[in-house]
């Protein structure tokens, strides 16, 4: 049943708490996701429950949950624990604070009724030992127990054991297990065991636009458009893209630098490390962050677009094995070729070399890589090629509308599901 053609059914759409580490802000993947995905539920439905806060361009109403940070003790040291427990006999009601690796989550009792009740149902985004001992903080203070949906967009597999016994106390409670890729499905079965169900949920969904690019130029000095939007999380795969796109330059003369869009926090970190963006020269010009209609228009516009994953060595194992950026979707939908810095194991060279949708320029393999780049570059028809296959990947999987109509209903299911009684113990991990 469509919601959209439902007015009565919206009402009847369950409360959700979306609890994760991160607030959910259009300045990154998760937060995109959340508002696409959910841009057709009401708002007074949904809170963000988080612990942090890099930006404030917040999706939902939003409760950040207070953190001190104890940077002068040891995650081993048993003060931690004697702290805790003095905390916890400060409050009248028990589990009001929880001390994890050295932070310490605060109270933990939220007032739901400000926020228009407690929640019908969690969806959870949490992927990390430190994650799952927030939300097992927060679900032991919830006022009735709830069905739990728990979407690994990520993973992180330190602390493995302590994640492993999170993940089982609150096991009765979990209605619905998802995955945003194959390696991320394959990897959590070590959390689930074999018994479970893991169905795959992507989080490249877009609305289906009637403008995408149709046409595609010939290389032309100086007019040649290449775009890169999102964060850069891989400081060796920024280097080997500035490397490559700098060998390019050199070999075909007049060719214009990148053009990234980018946040703000991204563009310091990498100036601290000594790069600089110069108007009108350079590798890659900071294009600044752009409006949805202006970031359509710039993609459409563009010849090439890029996503920089990973170096030769990855600056970190978990993100470099499962982490699938949601660009992906915005440039599938666009019709744009892609260019994909990586090693050829990762989730999103796998998708570019399996539907066609354009290059891997695989560092470890530099002058081969280097050469496909530039021929990529030259040949018009060969991107164009890969252009209309990404429009033709994204109309065919990642229609936003269709999924909404299957995941609204879906939600409204997995919050009527009874749970057992689930009993979460008071844990100290160091």
Known sequence: MAV????????????????????????????????????????????????????????????????????????????????????????????????????MFGNGLINWDKLGGTPDLIYSTCYSARDFAFLHHIYRNLPKKVPIVQHFLDLDFNFIETLKSLYKELEPAIVAVWALNESIRGAVRNLTGNDVKIDLKLALHQPVSRVFKQTHRGFCPDDFSSIMIGNVWSGTAYLALHRAWSDC????????????????????????????????????????????????????????????????????????????????????????????????????????????????????????????LKHFILDRDWREECGTNARRFAERTLDLESYQDELYPRLTELARARIPSVRLERHFFP
């Open 249 to 372: 330059q050199d070999e075909l003369r007049g060719l214009p630098p990148i053009e990234w869009m980018g946040h703000s926090r991204r563009f310091r970190e990498l100036a601290h490390m000594g790069f600089r963006w110069t108007p009108g020269g350079g590798v890659v010009e900071n294009g600044g962050y752009l409006s949805s209609a202006a970031l359509k228009k710039a993609l459409v516009g563009a010849d090439l677009a890029i996503i920089p994953f990973s170096g030769e060595k990855a600056d970190r194992e978990d993100y470099n094995s499962y982490s699938l950026p949601s660009r992906l979707g915005d440039y599938c939908m666009a019709g744009l070729p892609v260019v994909v810095i990586s090693q050829p194991n990762t989730e999103p060279a796998r998708y570019v070399r399996d539907f066609g949708l354009g290059i891997v320029v695989d560092p470890a393999e530099w002058r081969i890589s280097v050469k496909k």
């Open 4 to 103: 959209k053609n439902a007015p009565s059914f919206r009402k009847d759409l369950p409360r959700i708490a979306c609890i994760g580490a991160e607030a959910l802000t259009h300045s990154h993947g998760t937060g995109l996701m959340f508002s696409r995905h959910l841009a057709r539920y009401p708002r007074s439905k949904i809170v963000d429950v988080h612990y942090q806060a890099l930006a404030t361009n917040f999706v939902f109403p939003k409760v950040k949950v207070p953190v001190c940070e104890l940077r002068n003790m040891e995650w081993n040291d048993p003060m931690l624990a004697d702290l805790n427990s003095l905390m916890q006999k400060g409050h009248r009601r028990p589990g009001t604070s929880f001390v994890y690796q050295g932070r």
